[in-house]
């Protein structure tokens, strides 16, 4: 929304100035939640499939380690962007079922609840990346920071481009955007694999390395505009 036209629409819709309006909310009875337990809470809102999802994949790693062996880090490397997409879609998860208005009424602003999601999905990916970076590097005569490399640009790139769309897209078409680019990279990268497995090598560790860096900057910057846009709607 412009500038201009919202400060019109500040002043043509005033609200009037609310009187006695501390002596109401005192009277109001509030029970006091610490931050540990409002994580907790939302933990119990995150569903089910997100957490078998993780299951899934660290499974994976480590039945196919004794079996593919060298190849395991590729396939993780290509399940990665779905680990990604669990945590995109919870983050619109609200205005998918239209339910953010809702939300933005509760007794918690909407803006804590997705800090507060994104926080333990966060923490959840954090672990199962340093479970994941030992086990394929196991395997594998590439080095820790190569492997590392391998999991968490496809990773990070979803996330970007994702958190880019959802911001774009409204609705059910946001989800259908998440879906295709985890699939994409998924895709892509079984294909570079296969079809040049060049870039791969360690003198190319630099151009991945970059490509992290610009995704994360990426994913920073869409974050603080995709909240900015929570707060907007909220006013409106």
Known sequence: MKQDLKKELCEAF???????????????PQSKISNLAFLRVQITYIPKYVWGTFGIILG???????????????VISALIPFIALTAITEYVRSEV????ELEMSARFSL???????????????LILMMLLIPICT???????????????????LTSA???????KIQGKESMYWCMGTAIGISGMNLFIQNIF???????????????LII??????????????????????
Request: one cysteine or more; a positive charge.
């Open 111 to 125: 803006k804590s609840v997705l800090l507060a999601r994104m926080m333990i999905l966060g923490m959840v990916h």
């Open 14 to 28: 005033a609200a009037p100035s609310p009187t006695r309006k501390r002596e109401f909310l005192n009277r109001i």
């Open 161 to 167: 481009i994702g958190m880019w769309g959802t911001r």
């Open 60 to 74: 994976i790693a480590i039945l196919g380690g004794c079996f593919l062996e060298q190849d395991i880090l590729w």
């Open 197 to 211: 497995p060049i870039v791969y090598e360690m003198k190319y560790s630099v151009i991945w390395l970059v490509v």
């Open 97 to 100: 079922y239209l339910m953010a």
């Open 215 to 236: 995704s994360v900057a990426i994913i920073i910057k869409e974050a603080k505009r995709n909240l900015k846009q929570v707060e907007e709607l909220a006013w409106n």
């Open 138 to 156: 196991i395997y594998n005569a590439v080095s820790v920071f190569q492997t590392g490399l391998y999991l968490l640009v496809p990773y990070v």
